[in-house]
């Protein structure tokens, strides 16, 4: 009998960069291993898109589409959280997703216990008071990108995005291996959750990680003993958070395919830490009485394309037309 639910969510991780969903090049060996011990779903998709419709519709079961997009949760939405309360249930939300914990936007209510882990994309701002000892953002974009993206794009893009590299280079400079790496905390602090919880009563564990959400920064970025598993000759530079929007002409082919390797690398880093988790699971001996299921969100339209980077509000909208839905 089942009497615990883990819920695993990996943002921004498309289907065809995993194993299971037939990708003969990527190593995702856990996921992989996940999937051929449980059910594997090839047509199931929520109806809500990106980020934040992506959760309501898994949280509260009700349709986001046309009547409800980008936005907070509604007094009489029920969530699975508010579900438990009331039952022996303890039910706990663990994560670094910044668009989850937007202001007023309440997707956390409900829980027993929130833990979140600051620094990722749209919560980058944390660290920028920082000092920034010795990485320099002009170090993550090659100088011609640099030079021609606003005058190419017809905006002030490149401000802004040094901006934010500057933010993560301000947590990343305190980071010491591939255990820092945002997936590896959210797992860590997921492990110690179910490592402490009352064995006497079912819990209800919800893992998002934004990882691997850009930004692309594998751990191969960081370690100068380490090449891109998947772009070991590359000599340019990693820019791991490239411009999102048509931008033609603004990249070469060989810095296009290093983007994409250093997005690889990051899915098989994430499966690495989904798998660690997955042993704390089972060395525990939750296995046969939890059911855990593993998400993974929309992700970028440019992976599997030999073109310039489209934005994923883009992607999105190109794909919502033929999309099977759930839950309903």
């Known amino acids: 009998m089942k009497k615990n639910v883990i819920v695993v969510m990996l943002d921004t991780l498309q289907f065809n960069y995993v194993g299971c969903y037939g990708n003969t090049w990527i190593q995702t060996p856990n996921i992989d291993r996940f999937a051929n011990q449980g059910v594997l779903f090839e047509n199931a998709y929520t109806e809500g898109l990106p980020t934040v419709p992506c959760r309501r519709a898994m949280l509260t079961g009700r349709y986001t589409l046309p009547v409800k997009g980008w936005s907070q949760l509604d007094i009489d939405d029920t969530t699975i959280a508010d579900l438990c309360w009331g039952h022996p249930i303890d039910s706990a939300l663990i994560h670094d997703s910044g668009p989850f914990r937007l202001p007023k936007f309440g997707y956390s209510r409900g829980f027993d216990k929130v833990h979140f882990i600051h620094g990722h994309e749209t919560d980058h701002q944390y660290y920028a008071q920082d000092e920034l000892i010795e990485l320099k953002a002009e170090d993550y974009y090659e100088d ?185």
């Open 144 to 328: 011609h990108v640099i030079e021609k993206a606003d005058e190419l794009l017809g905006e002030n893009v490149m401000r802004p995005l040094m901006n934010q590299v500057e933010c993560h280079l301000k947590e990343r400079q305190y980071w010491k291996s591939d255990e820092d790496q945002h997936v590896a905390q959210v797992m860590k602090a997921a492990c110690r959750y179910i490592e402490e919880v009352d064995r006497n009563k079912s819990f209800f564990l919800w893992i998002d990680s934004f990882d691997p959400h850009e930004p692309w920064d594998a751990p191969s970025v960081y370690d100068p003993e380490m090449k891109c598993m998947y772009d070991p000759d590359y000599r340019g530079k990693d820019m791991f958070l490239p411009i999102q929007g048509h931008v033609g002409g603004l990249y070469t082919e060989e810095e296009l395919h290093h983007i994409r390797m250093l997005y690889a690398e990051k899915v098989t880093n994430v499966d690495k830490w989904f798998g660690w988790f997955m042993d704390k699971v089972r060395k525990l001996g939750l296995e046969d009485n939890t059911l855990s299921w593993l998400f993974l969100t929309m992700g970028p339209q440019w992976a599997t394309v030999n073109t310039a980077t489209v934005s994923c509000a883009s992607a999105a909208r190109g794909l919502m037309k033929n999309l099977p839905i759930f839950p309903s």
